[in-house]
């Protein structure tokens, strides 16, 4: 049992489990000097601080007392879309790109995914094990409890299993939670490159049953982008995975307007994906279908690209907007939301209010969490981090610094880093 009190902010982001849009992306919730009680992983009641209920007498918690510091409390991030799982980095790419090498003519030379595709099909289920524990910490240390996590840098069954097989494992001991995603499908390796349709057929009849039967993956996701996979091919592969009972989410219009997000919508996918080339009629299409706008600005801002998604645009049609860091070695090498949300508002014009709120609850709404995750209410489940700031706008306006002082996951403390409890 966990008493957090005298918090100077409390974000409650309260509403319940729908998906946020338009003008109900702004409401975080507010209680000004706040607290919360935690029994048994969950969260029994959140309010004022001078109106704890009485008779929950202090003696029978473990209490964290934020008087005389400046904190704000928030859900823990949930960061819908990261590749956590590759061997190695690749920061001679970032070299070549600051002197002027496009995204594109470093994989059209060899490099890019298929790059991280041989540094992971060389390393072993315990080298691999070590890095990606390593970053889960260090997301837990930036205020995230909740990532999903795809594959998609083995591309062959037996690397594509070893990749989850390893998040499988990290799972049962880690305190991030994690939701694994399938994606075979994010880039033709090269042994399949003059053929391509076996590679997909591969993937439909050998790789999808097999991940579906082991329960390794909740999610299907394909990179559907020119130069990557056609709708078509995307379309299939997506079918199967909805018949061996995956949900689905897609790379979508990243480098060019190629159909993704349509066919997200088509297909009644939970998440579409990047959008940096989506059109009027492709917002329709995803509002429409209810589909959330995972935005991942982070990699716009990384490869030194200036066309970011339409945040505004989708905000005004009324398409839920989540952010996500997409973590991986080769577009985007953070796994700080924090630095996502600085960019989100200086770059897509999102508010700090709106980019919080596209950061927790409607990250939790893309995973199908957001019954229990994402928000700060009676009968949620106890994540919550606070931030040493002042106000929740300085979380995205002092930018470039971890703020994220406490993270507490099912209502353990898991991160302490005021040492303070
Ligand atoms: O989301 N777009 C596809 N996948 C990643 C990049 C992966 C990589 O370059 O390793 C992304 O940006
Ligand atoms: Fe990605």
Same mark, same amino acid.
């Given at each position: 049992?966990?008493?957090?009190?005298?918090?100077?902010?409390?974000?409650?982001?309260?509403?319940?489990?729908?998906?946020?849009?338009?003008?109900?992306?702004?409401?975080?919730?507010?209680?000004?000097?706040?607290?919360?009680?935690?029994?048994?992983?969950?969260?029994?009641?959140?309010?004022?601080?001078?109106?704890?209920?009485?008779?929950?007498?202090?003696?029978?918690?473990?209490?964290?007392?934020?008087?005389?510091?400046?904190?704000?409390?928030?859900?823990?991030?949930?960061? #819908?879309?990261?590749?956590?799982?590759?061997?190695?980095?690749?920061?001679?790419?970032?070299?070549?790109?600051?002197?002027?090498?496009?995204?594109?003519?470093?994989?059209?030379?060899?490099?890019?995914?298929?790059?991280?595709?041989?540094?992971?099909?060389?390393?072993?289920?315990?080298?691999?094990?070590?890095?990606?524990?390593?970053?889960?910490?260090?997301?837990?240390?930036?205020?995230?409890?909740?990532?999903?996590?795809?594959?998609?840098?083995?591309?062959?069954?037996?690397?594509?299993?070893?990749?989850?097989?390893?998040?499988?494992?990290?799972?049962?001991?880690?305190?991030?939670?994690?939701?694994?995603?399938?994606?075979?499908?994010?880039?033709?390796?090269?042994?399949?490159?003059?053929?391509?349709?076996?590679?997909?057929?591969?993937?439909?009849?050998?790789?999808?049953?097999?991940?579906?039967?082991?329960?390794?993956? #909740?999610?299907?996701?394909?990179?559907?982008?020119?130069?990557?996979?056609?709708?078509?091919?995307?379309?299939?592969?997506?079918?199967?995975?909805?018949?061996?009972?995956?949900?689905?989410?897609?790379?979508?219009?990243?480098?060019?307007?190629?159909?993704?997000?349509?066919?997200?919508?088509?297909?009644?996918?939970?998440?579409?994906?990047?959008?940096?080339?989506?059109?009027?009629?492709?917002?329709?299409?995803?509002?429409?279908?209810?589909?959330?706008?995972?935005?991942?600005?982070?990699?716009?801002?990384?490869?030194?690209?200036?066309?970011?998604?339409?945040?505004?645009?989708?905000?005004?049609?009324?398409?839920?907007?989540?952010?996500?860091?997409?973590?991986?070695?080769?577009?985007?090498?953070?796994?700080?939301?924090?630095?996502?949300? #600085?960019?989100?508002?200086?770059?897509?014009?999102?508010?700090?209010?709106?980019?919080?709120?596209?950061?927790?609850?409607?990250?939790?709404?893309?995973?199908?969490?957001?019954?229990?995750?994402?928000?700060?209410?009676?009968?949620?489940?106890?994540?919550?981090?606070?931030?040493?700031?002042?106000?929740?706008?300085?979380?995205?306006?002092?930018?470039?610094?971890?703020?994220?002082?406490?993270?507490?996951?099912?209502?353990?403390?898991?991160?302490?880093?005021?040492?303070?409890?």
């Amino acid at each position: 049992m966990l008493l957090i009190k005298n918090i100077s902010q409390v974000l409650t982001l309260r509403g319940g489990p729908s998906a946020r849009c338009g003008a109900a992306m702004s409401d975080l919730g507010i209680i000004e000097d706040g607290a919360i009680l935690i029994r048994a992983e969950r969260i029994v009641w959140v309010g004022p601080t001078r109106e704890l209920p009485a008779g929950e007498s202090n003696s029978h918690y473990e209490v964290f007392d934020g008087v005389g510091l400046d904190l704000v409390a928030l859900p823990g991030f949930v960061d #819908s879309h990261t590749h956590p799982v590759f061997g190695g980095t690749r920061s001679d790419e970032y070299d070549l790109r600051s002197q002027g090498k496009t995204y594109q003519e470093i994989a059209a030379a060899g490099g890019g995914i298929r790059a991280s595709v041989r540094q992971l099909r060389a390393a072993s289920p315990e080298q691999l094990s070590v890095r990606v524990e390593r970053h889960f910490r260090q997301f837990l240390e930036h205020g995230t409890t909740t990532i999903e996590a795809k594959s998609g840098y083995g591309l062959s069954l037996e690397d594509e299993l070893k990749s989850l097989q390893v998040l499988a494992a990290l799972r049962s001991r880690s305190r991030l939670e994690v939701v694994p995603t399938f994606l075979g499908a994010h880039d033709v390796p090269d042994e399949f490159r003059d053929s391509r349709p076996e590679y997909v057929r591969r993937i439909i009849e050998e790789m999808i049953p097999r991940v579906a039967r082991e329960g390794l993956a #909740s999610f299907c996701d394909v990179f559907c982008d020119t130069g990557y996979f056609q709708v078509g091919e995307a379309r299939a592969i997506l079918q199967a995975a909805k018949e061996a009972g995956l949900k689905l989410r897609i790379h979508a219009d990243q480098l060019a307007r190629s159909g993704g997000a349509s066919l997200a919508a088509e297909l009644g996918a939970l998440s579409a994906d990047h959008l940096e080339y989506i059109d009027r009629r492709d917002i329709t299409r995803l509002r429409k279908a209810g589909t959330m706008a995972t935005l991942v600005p982070g990699s716009t801002f990384n490869l030194g690209l200036n066309r970011y998604p339409p945040a505004r645009s989708l905000i005004e049609a009324g398409v839920p907007v989540a952010l996500a860091t997409d973590f991986n070695p080769g577009s985007c090498f953070t796994l700080n939301m924090q630095i996502i949300l #600085s960019i989100a508002c200086s770059q897509m014009r999102m508010t700090p209010a709106e980019a919080i709120t596209a950061a927790t609850i409607n990250g939790a709404c893309s995973l199908g969490l957001s019954e229990r995750l994402g928000s700060l209410e009676e009968g949620k489940q106890a994540d919550i981090v606070l931030m040493n700031v002042a106000n929740y706008r300085e979380i995205p306006y002092f930018f470039g610094v971890n703020h994220c002082v406490v993270t507490v996951k099912k209502g353990n403390i898991v991160i302490n880093r005021l040492e303070r409890t």
